[in-house]
């Protein structure tokens, strides 16, 4: 059973920062797309950010775009995701997710709040 795992979650307050991480291990890292979701309380999970197996394609949610940077290192099987200027409105439980052909994994989830 392959199971992703998150880190960096927590407290922050309005306009700060936070690096999510994301390890991957038991899979074969380089083959997969990597994305980050989130869910918000009484939200649909919505996809924030993903990036393809090489890094040469990324892509955000407009929410999002301009405060958050995915970027993944193979080496390591990790996947970041950098949030900057966090906003309440991205208080959210973050998941990472790796996708290849039929194949599909997830996190557990780590839990953001922004709040003052």
């Known amino acids: 059973q392959v199971q992703l795992v998150e880190s960096g979650g927590g407290l922050v307050q309005p306009g700060g920062s936070l690096r999510l991480s994301c390890a991957a291990p038991g899979i074969t890292f380089s083959w997969y797309t990597m994305n980050w979701y989130r869910q918000a309380p009484r939200k649909e999970r919505e996809l924030v950010a993903g990036?393809?197996?090489?890094?040469?394609?990324?892509n955000y949610a407009d929410s999002v775009k301009g405060r958050f940077t995915i970027s993944r290192d193979n080496d390591k099987s990790m996947v970041y995701l950098q949030m900057n200027s966090l906003k309440p409105e991205d208080t959210a439980v973050y998941y990472c997710?790796?996708?290849?052909?039929?194949?599909?994994?997830w996190g557990k989830g780590t839990l953001v709040t922004v709040s003052s």
């Open positions: 990036i393809t197996s090489a890094g040469n394609r990324i």
């Open positions: 997710n790796a996708q290849w052909g039929s194949l599909d994994y």
